[in-house]
């Protein structure tokens, strides 16, 4: 584990990311994009604002909420003032807003591109997990959604994933679209050719 966060921060997000809302937006997630993190912290300009992105860009999660993002991004903010550098701090806050439309925010250039498009594909690298991972994924995000019907839910999902689709790349960075692109096409594909 890091040791980027004091205890009593490392707490409070495990706790956050422990709340009963949460089916695939867990802890497990986060571990998840820290074993991708560990791959490539030699490549990154600023590990430390990547790193405290990673811990905080779900830390806020309310699946009916909008703003899940500028929430988390708030909470890291004000939790980590103490604890990170203040041109870290703002760069991880930027990388986590940039999740609700997974683009790099607008004004990067050079390494801090970079770094924003290694964060981003690492946040999406679900969608390029082997098949009974990406079922298992798409099965908790539809309990994370229990509030929402069957038919409305689909719908949702559809346009969202439709939208991936459309897109020129998924992947931004040049280490992770090789290996991400292709599978995720497949993954997305297949879910929305599933039967309703």
Not at 110 to 138: C, N, Q, T
Request: glycine share 4%; net charge negative; hydrophobic share 45%.
């Amino acid at each position: 584990m890091s040791n980027l966060l004091p205890a009593p921060l490392t707490e409070d997000l495990r706790r956050r990311y422990g709340e009963p809302q949460r089916h695939y937006h867990t802890w497990a997630h986060v571990e998840a994009l820290l074993g991708l993190f560990a791959e490539v912290r030699e490549l990154l300009a600023d590990p430390i604002a990547v790193e405290a992105a990673l811990f905080y860009h779900d830390a806020v999660y309310d699946p009916r909420a909008v703003d899940n993002e500028a929430q988390s991004a708030a909470l890291l903010r004000r939790d980590g003032a103490a604890v990170v550098a203040a041109d870290s701090l703002e760069t991880a806050a930027r990388l986590i807003e940039a999740t609700a439309g997974h683009q790099p925010p607008p004004g990067l250039s050079g390494a801090a591109l970079e770094d924003a498009r290694l964060f981003l594909d690492m946040d999406l690298s679900i969608l390029a997990a082997p098949v009974p991972e990406f079922a298992a994924y798409e099965a908790a995000i539809r309990r994370e959604y229990a509030h929402v019907d069957d038919a409305a839910f689909r719908q949702g999902r559809c346009r969202f994933l439709e939208g991936l689709l459309q897109r020129e790349k998924l992947y931004h960075s040049d280490h992770f679209s090789p290996r991400f692109e292709g599978p995720a096409r497949v993954n997305i594909a297949r879910a929305l050719a599933a039967p309703a």
